[in-house]
């Protein structure tokens, strides 16, 4: 298992690559999610989606 703290992301897999690149595809799919609903975040996921979008 891989995880993210600062947004609370995490991706499983058998090796530590997979896990890896299964987290780092949780949080493109949040990115993605989180910009399309932009005008509606609260604070805490505007900050999670400034983080993303710094980090990615």
């Known amino acids: 298992m891989a995880t993210d703290d600062l947004v609370g992301e995490y991706g499983e ?13 949780s949080l493109y799919e949040s990115l993605e999610l989180l910009r399309e609903r932009r005008d509606q975040l609260g604070e805490r996921l505007a900050q999670d989606l400034a983080l993303l979008e710094a980090c990615l």
Not at 13 to 23: F, I, K, N, S
């Open 13 to 25: 897999g058998a090796t530590c690559q997979e896990a890896v690149r299964d987290l780092f595809s």
